[in-house]
């Protein structure tokens, strides 16, 4: 019967998430009783997505929801081994006994590192790779606009747009996460919106306009895209991050989608789970052969987990935020 | 060679347009020179689509663009005889000549009044049909939300919708056009937007939520409706009549089409030309066997015209908005 510490939401936060609004909790978890397993989480992942969840969504005083990677340390049931690796949504703590549902094993690239398993080649990757390819119809060669391309899922579609011949500008909040686009990235342009307004920046950025916007951000990075719009123009809209803490994100100039019939469209990534084999395929070989390059921002021990999630809010984070549990 | 009278924008309206806005202009029209027709328009259509390009587009001192159904009356090519009826976008004119470019010959159906090929049967209800099939991927017997669907788009929409099988609200601004949507064409359910508040109105009239809302509107309309949208809803985005005036179009919640994985799509008719014979086909039927019904408001020569449009603008117009040039 191990202890395992687990961070509760006790309070909703107003506005940007504060220490306050979180808890680190000691459990007694019960061992793996007949048909269950144990399992140990390694390391999980702290995204934009769950801050909407801050508001409604997460119960309060309970361990948290969020993408974990875990590993079977005692087993019931023939469907798991001691030793195997499993996805699943119990982050935010570190062991859980599970009946099965929704793990979901994971057989990891043995030339990667296993944390690649939970950004560019997982779930992260996979809604970069679907929400630019499948919602977005990238076509090669084009015109695309990546917001807060230095994060995870940004610079991942970034990346893949550039492997497909597209002019790219990203956006991003800081000059070192810039240089890192232009330099080691190759993006054609780099826009720090921290220091430039967006507006005009993208203006100077897309001479020829923008045929696909991938949106992480939505607010004025939206608006100013939407000014850029070419004809017949496609937004995957993956995150409206600037609206997350204020629950508002005022565009003023929809109107555009009219006059250059353009096409918005929220997803999530099990809307291109046929993709999912492609993807797996493609992605490691990217990896592998250096053509997707990416940056893991890396905290330790579950109480680090609050943290990581208001920096991460912050824009703290360089690529993937991950909270690694144990080795 | 005839005299033509002609409307002009000799100012660009600030908000909603104003009589001072027009001057009516008389000109000596040239007859036919070789290669040529001279028409005489008998009919013109009056958009919410002309109000953006009052401000942008259109140019002052200059005989306004526009939609219209005309008459050769002079011929000196073998491309067209004496009689033949044209459209062409040459309204706001009684007289034009033209080398035939931008005319296209109308064989008018001998069972219905020549005024349907302006709308339902016409460049109009082509807007709705494919708007709301192609655009909005419409399915059978769907929730479906129309707004203005007392004008001439919407009214087209809606019965579309209806003989999909779909459950259908619609939004108008007047009792009397309330009362057509409700008791003649049969609507599930009918908004007057000026008498209830959109949002809540809208809920109650929604119990399933909204599959498809073919947008006229924006604004508080569209925000109303991303409340309401079921997952993978479809917003085909026809118009933003709320922001013509005043050039914006604000929505603060656009985030929703993320969470139910939304899309939004502004289009034009020439998107989805390939259902041009379809639609003429099914319509011609539609109407016939009364299963489309309309409404037209015709105003009376070509000094009425400016005072059309800004009829049109202020909701005064039920179902189809036209000027009668010529019998």
């Known amino acids: 019967m191990p202890t395992s510490r687990e961070i509760h939401l006790v309070k909703r936060p107003s506005g940007a998430p504060a220490a306050a609004d979180f808890a680190l ?15 140990q989480n390694l390391l999980m992942s702290v995204d934009p997505a769950m801050r909407p969840r801050l508001t409604a969504g997460q119960a309060l005083d309970e361990a948290m929801m969020g993408g974990a990677l875990g590993r079977v340390v005692q087993s019931k049931t023939d469907a798991f081994a001691v ?25 990891p690239d043995p030339d990667l590192p296993l944390t690649v398993h939970m950004h560019a080649l997982g779930g992260t990757g996979f809604t970069a790779y679907g929400g630019l390819l499948h919602i977005g119809q990238l076509k090669d060669g084009e015109q695309v606009f990546v917001s807060t391309a230095g994060g995870a899922v940004g610079s991942v579609a970034a990346q893949i747009a550039k492997i497909k011949g597209c002019y790219v500008v990203g956006s991003t909040g800081s000059d070192d996460k810039a240089a890192w686009l232009r330099d080691t990235v190759g993006l054609d342009a780099v826009i720090n919106y921290k220091k430039q307004p967006i507006r005009e920046a993208l203006e100077g950025a897309t001479p020829k306009g923008i045929d696909v916007y991938f949106d992480n951000v939505g607010g004025d990075h939206l608006e100013a895209a939407l000014r850029r719009m070419n004809t017949l123009g496609r937004i995957p809209v993956c995150g409206f991050i600037s609206g997350y803490n204020s629950g508002h994100s005022n565009v003023s100039n929809l109107s555009n989608i009219i006059y250059s019939r353009v096409m918005l469209r929220g997803f999530v990534a099990p809307d291109f789970m046929h993709l999912y084999v492609d ?41 993937k935020m991950l909270v690694r549990l144990a080795e």
Do not use: C, H
């Open 279 to 319: 993807f797996q395929r493609e992605m490691a070989g990217w990896l592998k052969d250096g053509r997707v390059k990416y940056l893991e921002t890396v905290r330790d021990g579950i109480a680090a987990a609050p943290a990581a999630l208001i920096g991460l809010m912050a824009g703290e984070n360089a690529g």
């Open 83 to 107: 030793g195997d690796l499993v996805n699943n949504r119990l982050g935010f703590r570190e062991y859980f006994t599970s009946d099965g549902k929704g793990l979901n094993k994971l057989s």
């Open 25 to 39: 909790v000691e459990r007694e978890v019960a061992d793996a009783a007949d048909g269950q397993v144990l399992v």
